[in-house]
């Protein structure tokens, strides 16, 4: 499915009418070619997404909006270069080329955090500086490095939002120290904000310092996850609803369920044992430290636990039977049946399962974080 085709032309019309602008100017014939390429690319990606917002995103995150412009200026600029000399007519030129964009950005609420730069730029055209004059300024206020990128600013806070969230506070610490850090270059820049290139290197150092921690969040969370799951089969499959649950049962026919069931009573002991051991020497968490580690609790904030209180409280009980040989008591096993009976195995606060009646996480927009640096940058 492609994105809507007007909200992409929101989004690449300011570029298809650059596109044109070239060919009209007749700039160089390899440039063109290569200017067209990344149109092509960038028509491409809206053709094969389906959601205007992260298509707009992966534009900017890959750097298309840089490559298309900074490849653009360069041929426009040296197409003038040798053309006729006409100060008046290149600083109208410019001006007109910087009006159109901005109205086309202007309407997409996604790229109001560019549209400072670009009107600043107007400003100075306009306030009766000669061409050369305007280029100097706009070099020396650091405009055109401010067009290249726009504003990060907004696109961090928008980072920090969605890990908030989505209750990731791994990522929200890293890009809480992503924004620290662009906040630190704004402020011993003369133009108030980071250099791109020097901002870059330090999020990629940042994003490469805080990688482990990730890891290491994600790799805790599904293996306690996982030692759940097992018990959680094994206690349930010497219940009396094993046979027609679609966990065991099997297209082939009754004995081959049996066996399915079977292998689950006689292998999960093993693998919770092998689990566990594992578990306890890469993270020195045991089977009861689950329950108060910062990753289960963050979950169960989260809304994400998927066990009732009351599948968990039996889960707890059929632990320590969980053995090779072992089997649950009859209580754990008619209380199991009947929590299956009344379908209440589930939380009904979990908020990707059967109880979900809505979305369950609220994003602002990318836009509103951008309309507190609008026209401003």
């Known amino acids: 499915m492609a994105v809507e085709k007007e909200m992409a032309g929101q989004i690449l019309n300011p570029f298809r009418q650059m596109v044109k602008d070239a060919e009209d100017r007749g700039v160089a014939a390899d440039g063109l070619a290569e200017l067209k390429g990344i149109m092509a690319a960038m028509e491409k990606y809206g053709e094969e997404m389906d959601e205007a917002s992260a298509f707009s995103m992966k534009l900017y995150n890959d750097g298309y909006y840089t490559k298309f412009s900074g490849l653009y200026t360069k041929l426009v600029t040296a197409q003038a270069m040798n053309a006729p000399y006409d100060d008046a007519a290149l600083l109208k030129q410019s001006v007109g080329a910087m009006e159109n964009s901005y109205n086309q950005l202007k309407d997409n609420p996604d790229h109001v955090h560019l549209l400072g730069p670009v009107k600043k730029a107007i400003e100075i055209g306009k306030s009766g500086v000669s061409y050369p004059v305007f280029l100097r300024t706009c070099e020396e206020q650091g405009i055109y490095e401010m067009m290249k990128s726009g504003n990060d600013r907004p696109v961090i806070e928008f980072y920090i939002h969605v890990a908030d969230v989505m209750f990731d506070p791994v990522r929200k610490k890293m890009n809480e120290a ?21 901002f870059g290197m330090w999020r990629y150092t940042i994003e490469w310092q805080y990688e482990p921690a990730i890891a290491k969040w994600k790799a805790i969370y599904e293996a306690w996850e996982r030692l759940l799951d097992i018990v959680h089969d094994w206690r349930d499959s010497f219940c009396a609803f094993a046979p027609y649950d679609e966990r065991w049962a099997d297209p082939r026919g009754k004995d081959a369920t049996m066996e399915n069931i079977a292998r689950t009573q006689g292998c999960n002991p093993g693998y919770l044992q092998v689990r566990e051991a594992q578990f306890k020497e890469y993270f020195g968490i045991d089977w009861n430290g689950i329950f108060t580690h910062v990753t289960y609790l963050n979950e169960q904030k989260a809304g994400r636990i998927w066990y009732s209180e009351e599948n968990l409280a039996l889960l707890k009980a059929a632990y320590p039977l969980c053995k090779p040989g072992g089997k649950p008591s009859g209580d754990i096993i008619a209380k199991t049946e009947t929590m299956f009976k009344n379908k209440t195995y589930t939380s009904k606060e979990n908020v990707t399962g059967e109880n979900t009646k809505k979305s369950p996480y609220e994003f602002k927009s990318f836009a509103e974080f951008a309309k507190k640096y609008g026209a401003g940058g």
């Open 178 to 198: 992503i924004l620290a850090k662009w906040e630190e270059l704004a402020k011993a820049s003369a133009f108030g904000r980071p250099d791109p290139v020097e």
